[in-house]
């Protein structure tokens, strides 16, 4: 157990921070304390990156094992060279056409850049963050920034401050609200340390966008078809590394098959006097109605980006009711889809349900 502190929320403006709230935030991650800060994917918990016991603090808030590596945060390209031994020139390519933005790059570990942040290994994950506050962070401390999403480990990602305070409350000092994060996925982390680059885990910069930019882009490994060594290269990616407290059963198939088997399976539950949630999109609205479920919509279902920055939100509303199991639809892949289902299906664990 750490100890038990008193937790600050201090509402920042999320287009023009204010100097004052950077200064206090600056100030405690000089001392080596944390501070949870908005990104435009989900809240960080953030360190100063090159104080290796203010890392350690990041570890014990949030209850993650030491093997699990840490995203450092950058505000300029230039800071990338402190970070990295080699720059290769996909890198180069890639940062300009997504940085700033929700795209992370395994590199080269720089030698300056302590082991505790790579979980030992010779690479190291960076990225440029595009929310205002997080950059102005970056800036005013003069030096990255180490930071996992704001959330204990194994529960869901925070896209807002008081989800971050749910989680984190009494073992950080700061937290600044930023209001909402717009993307609503963690980033996508693409490895570049190996001959074709691979995505380790789909987020908010889609496939489709990054094969615009580098065609040889190589989609995230099926988890059946892991080897041993493509899992120990995504330290961290666990089956069941955002799963919501209760349990979620994901259905898959066709739209009208998809339904038809969430009505039938919530009537029974209903009927056997269980609290049920269903995650749905607008247009399976009418067919839920008067179901007797707490009904949750992510929005339209073709709008991933709508879906995605719904639905870590969604998924804790109806923890926090509290239902006793979620049933949930599948989503179209394409664009945010990819992330969307990678976060379903790692909240569902084996309950996949195809029809
Ligand atoms: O959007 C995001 O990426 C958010 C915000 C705060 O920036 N951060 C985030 O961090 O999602 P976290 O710690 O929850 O997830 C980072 C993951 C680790 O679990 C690990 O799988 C991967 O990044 N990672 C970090 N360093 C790595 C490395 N050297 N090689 C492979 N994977 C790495
Ligand atoms: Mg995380």
Redesign the pocket.
Known sequence: MGKQIETAIVKIDPVSPEVAVLKRAVDLLREGELVVFP?E????LGADAFQPRALEGIFLAKGRPFS????L?IAEYDELAQLTSAVPAVARQLAQAFWPG?L?L?LPRGPHVPYIA?AG?E???V?M?AHPVARALIKALGSPIA???ANRFMHI?PTTADHALADLRGRVPLILDGGPCQVGV??T?L?LSVDVPII??P??TSLESLRAVLPEVQPPARREAQSEETAQ?????LPRHYAPAIPLLLFAGSEEAIRSAMLKELRLRVERGERVGVLVADDDLPAFQSSGAQVCSLGEAANSAQVAANLFACLRALEEIPVQVILCRSFPTHELGLAIGDRLRRAAGSSVIQV
């Open positions: 990104t994917t989900v809240y960080g699990d590596p840490l995203i945060h929700p992370t395994i790579t290994m690479t190291v994950a990225r963050p930071a996992p999403s990602s963690e980033s982390i490895d380790l885990r987020g908010g290269k995504a330290p961290g990616q």
